[in-house]
């Protein structure tokens, strides 16, 4: 299971597979962050079981909130995938999707035009 981890400053977005169409589970992210001074404000969708944490960055750093969400089981840091990661992923994908088509598309044409050769020799 692959977590998506992006960070910028005062911003932490996660993608966390657990929480995927289960809301009610956001709401023990917010338990193991609610005692920590600087966290501002936390919003999920529920869809993609993505978390972003706005925090005040003089006050709290990513790594604080990670450890805290690890500490409580919610976040394994050793299987994150970052956002670099994340794109280079889906572009091979994409790659290898579009090289698909290409070939079923062509190897189509082929035997399209094989099967109309065969038939006009048995006319």
Excluded: C, W
């Amino acid at each position: 299971m692959k977590y998506y981890l992006h960070h910028v400053p005062g911003r932490l977005r996660l993608r966390i597979p657990q929480l995927k169409h289960r809301p009610y589970r956001i709401k023990r992210i917010r338990e193991a962050l609610k005692n920590h001074a600087g966290i501002d404000r936390i919003e999920h969708k529920s869809a993609t079981g993505s978390v972003v944490v706005h925090y005040d960055p003089d006050v709290m750093d990513d790594t604080r909130i990670l450890n805290a969400l690890s500490y409580n089981g919610l976040f394994d840091q050793s299987n994150v995938v970052s956002s670099q990661e994340e794109r280079r992923r889906t572009g091979e994908r994409a790659g290898e999707a579009v090289g698909r088509f290409v070939f079923n598309f062509a190897l189509g044409r082929v035997l399209d035009a094989s099967g109309l050769s065969f038939l006009a020799a048995l006319i």
